[in-house]
Each structure stands twice: as C-alpha cells, then as structure tokens.
C-alpha cells in the first residue's frame, strides 16, 4: 500500500501519495489564501480525504511549520494564526485509521534528504533551510535531534555577531540578517528574489546585502562542523535557489572560524529535493515509524 504524506507551509499545503521505494504516485496542492485556525485544519483534512479516497494507505506522515508536541498532538505553527497549540492528530484521525506521524518540516527536510536526496547514506548530516525563515534538520550518529521539548534545530538564533539589538527578539541574530526578509531590508527592495535579481545586476546595495548574509551563512557552517562533525550539509528552501551558485563562497567563509579538521571533511550541497524536501522527509518518517 502506498504512504501518504502532507507537507504544511505558512502559505501552502502539498500532499503526494508514494510509494514505499520513494517515487510519487500522485500529488496535490493548495494555496492557504490567508487560512488561520480551524480552516487551515478543514484544509488538510480535505487533502487528506482526497489521497485517502484514491485507496488504503499503510501510514500517513505531515510536516508542519513549528513545533509538534508529541505527548498531547498539537502543533504549535507561528506562521498559521489560531495554531498555538492545535490538535492536530485528533483531526487527521476523523479521516483515516492508518497510523500518524507528525514532525516539524526542519526535521522532515533531514529526512528526505537522507531517504532521497543529497544526503543518502549519510549518518551525520544538516538540512539548513533558508527562506522566510531558517531553520536545522539534525542527523547525529543516524538519530534525527529534536531535543528536550521538540524545539532542537531553531537556529536562526544562532548569536554569529557581538552586538545585541531588540529586532532580533523575534527572530533571533542568524535569521534577522540572513533569511529572506532580512536580505530584501538590507537592499532596499520588497523580496528577497528583487534583492538576487539585483545583485545579479552588480547593484551596490544588494551585493552588500547578500555578501552580509554569505558571511553569516558561513559562520553558521563553521558553527555547523565544529559542533556536529557532519559529512555533509544541504542548503534548501526559498533562497537555494538563487543563492546556489554561492556555496563556494560560503565554504570559504566557513573556514576561516571552523575546527579545521572537521571542516575538511564536511562536503555543501543544495537540496536535490527543492520545494519537495519536506514532503519526501514526511513519507520517510511515515516509513521509518
């Protein structure tokens, strides 16, 4: 039977049955159009009625934007208004009897990268997802990290300079100055893709900003190596994309702080997956449950 598999965003929501060996057997998508609280939840039961309706599944996994409590089955979702600590499990169980896992997308990028993507065979390895937001999926020693209260991988609060500032209260250091939003302000535009479109363009303001943020990318990589020792780590989300080509740099950064053995033996790598990482990583820990 095949594994169904929903990946939730802050503005959309993917769903693909697969099967067990990893190729996808059918896929949907929906815009959330602004969705908060129980229609956001009306709308992931919908999806799921829809892949359910297709034939049995053998096991159902999500990723969600936040954290999932896995004592009471709520997720608490930032992003998604009225998702301070909804129960999530109780309204995927209305729809199907087929067992449930529910991970944070962080988590579930790892997953996917390991089961699918760049990080096949890999027993200690990072997904860093950068988009409006930055995030770690952390694989030691074959393990997925999550942490006393589900909240490892929140490293966009990262401290990769010494001055303390109130913006960073919200986001923390690291995704303040490198993630989408934060890149757009530094170069005077609206979106992070007008900030690459422009450094594409030689802008003075925009390459600025997005040398700022290589600079922190790397620093994070340095932190990254010296703590964890992996043999790889994947950029993706929104950002990588256009921020592909400058992984080189980035290495480079990184070794000017990094423990120098480590980072010898670390390779960078964009995701193989793209938007798809989460939605993979969720069927892998349908299967792995």
């Not at 729809?95 to 027993?123: F, K, Y």
């Not at 950068?130 to 999550?146: E, S």
């Not at 600025?208 to 950029?235: C, H, K």
């Amino acid at each position: 039977m095949p594994i169904a598999a929903i990946d939730l965003g802050g503005t959309k929501l993917a769903g693909a049955l697969f099967e067990p060996g990893g190729r996808i057997l059918y896929r949907e998508f929906q815009p959330l159009r602004g969705r908060a609280g129980a229609e956001v939840g009306a709308l992931v039961r919908q999806l799921l009625d829809k892949l359910a309706r297709t034939g049995p599944i053998e096991a159902l996994g999500m990723a969600v934007p936040g954290i999932f409590h896995s004592d009471r089955g709520t997720v608490w979702a930032p992003n998604i208004p009225g998702w301070d600590d909804y129960r999530l499990v109780d309204d995927l169980h209305t729809v199907t009897a087929a067992p449930v896992t529910v991970e944070s997308d962080r988590t579930c990028c790892i997953m996917g990268e390991v089961w699918q993507g760049e990080a096949q065979g890999a027993r200690n390895a990072i997904f860093v997802a950068v988009g409006t937001g930055i995030g770690a999926g952390i694989l030691a020693d074959g393990r997925v990290l999550r942490g006393a209260h589900d909240v490892a991988g929140a490293t966009g609060w990262l401290v990769l300079d010494g001055a303390y500032h109130e913006d960073y209260a919200a986001c923390g250091n690291f995704e303040y100055h490198a993630a989408g939003p934060g890149i757009a302000r530094a170069a005077g535009v609206a979106t992070a893709e007008e900030a690459f479109a422009a450094f594409a363009r030689g802008d003075s303001r925009a390459t600025q900003a997005v040398r700022t943020a290589v600079s922190y990318w790397g620093r994070a990589v340095a932190n990254y190596v010296s703590l964890f020792n992996p043999e790889v780590i994947v950029f993706g989300g929104g950002l990588f994309g256009p921020a592909a080509e400058l992984l080189d740099e980035i290495y480079a950064e990184a070794r000017k702080w990094a423990q120098p053995v480590s980072i010898n033996q670390v390779r960078l790598r964009t995701s193989a997956l793209g938007a798809d990482a989460a939605l993979y990583g969720a069927a892998a820990a349908a299967l792995r449950a």
